[in-house]
């Protein structure tokens, strides 16, 4: 499968500021999704990341609180902006499996980035 | 109605027990079910997935699908402590032509206790 590493692992932030999370793949993929879990709760898919083209958002989610890159088919970034304790989350990447490759080679996580907002 | 269902638990069976984790969804276009663990302060982990309706073994794990009662299941024989984590199903329809979106049940705590 697919091993996605994600940094930074952890952050301690004060609200107001930002912070850019890191996904990177180890293979070439078409999509890559980056999901939002807060405390005791399900994953919430935020946005897809496009290579080539603006990112797709979710009901509830909008570009300047969560801008996205994506510059190449191995990497992208989500940005956390002006954060606020609410923001406090684990935000997770995933990528979609290419095309005739198997489903589990995609659909798996990075290990997260743990958010507190202070 | 949320589309996917799933009992949030907790859920705790002493070692050696049958583990029976399941979810509920209202939509027909799922084809491809997933679950997934989840230990703390970890990222899910894919476990198994089926597409369409049957089952599916991997060790101590079987994954069931019954399409014609849109409901899933996944089964844990022998449980061990090291199977204590969060389960969580997920679903889609066709892949490519749906924007590649999982949709996520609400994830099952399960406890084992040597």
């Known amino acids: 499968s697919a091993v996605i590493s994600q940094k930074p692992s952890r952050d301690i932030c004060q609200r107001g500021t930002s912070l850019t999370i890191q996904c990177q793949v180890d293979?070439?993929?078409?999509?890559m999704f980056w999901y939002r879990q807060q405390p005791g709760q399900s994953l919430t898919l935020i946005a897809t990341?496009?290579?080539?083209?603006?990112?797709?958002?979710e009901s509830g989610f909008v570009i300047d609180k969560f801008p996205i890159s994506r510059p190449n088919l191995t990497f992208s970034t989500l940005t956390v902006s002006n954060m606020s304790p609410e923001d406090s989350s684990i935000y997770l990447c995933?990528?979609?499996?290419?095309?005739?490759?198997?489903?589990?080679?995609?659909?798996?996580f990075g290990s997260g980035t743990r958010l507190t907002v202070v | 109605q949320k589309e996917v269902e799933q009992d949030p638990g907790p859920l705790s069976v002493p070692e050696g027990a049958i583990v029976s984790l399941n979810c509920t969804y209202s939509?027909?276009?799922?084809?491809?079910f997933m679950w997934y663990r989840q230990y703390s302060r970890k990222g899910p982990e894919l476990l198994m997935y089926?597409?369409?309706?049957g089952n599916k073994e991997d060790g101590r794990f079987t994954a069931q699908v019954d399409k014609s009662s849109k409901y899933i299941s996944l089964f844990i024989r022998d449980s061990q402590p090291s199977d204590s984590a969060t389960y969580l199903c997920a679903m889609i329809g066709g892949i490519y032509n749906q924007g590649g979106k999982l949709i996520f049940g609400q994830g099952t705590e399960l406890s084992v206790k040597p």
């Open positions: 939509n027909s276009a799922f084809q491809y």
């Open positions: 995933s990528v979609l499996p290419p095309r005739r490759q198997p489903l589990d080679y995609g659909y798996t």
């Open positions: 293979s070439q993929v078409t999509m």
């Open positions: 990341a496009n290579q080539g083209s603006e990112a797709t958002y």
């Open positions: 089926t597409y369409s309706s």
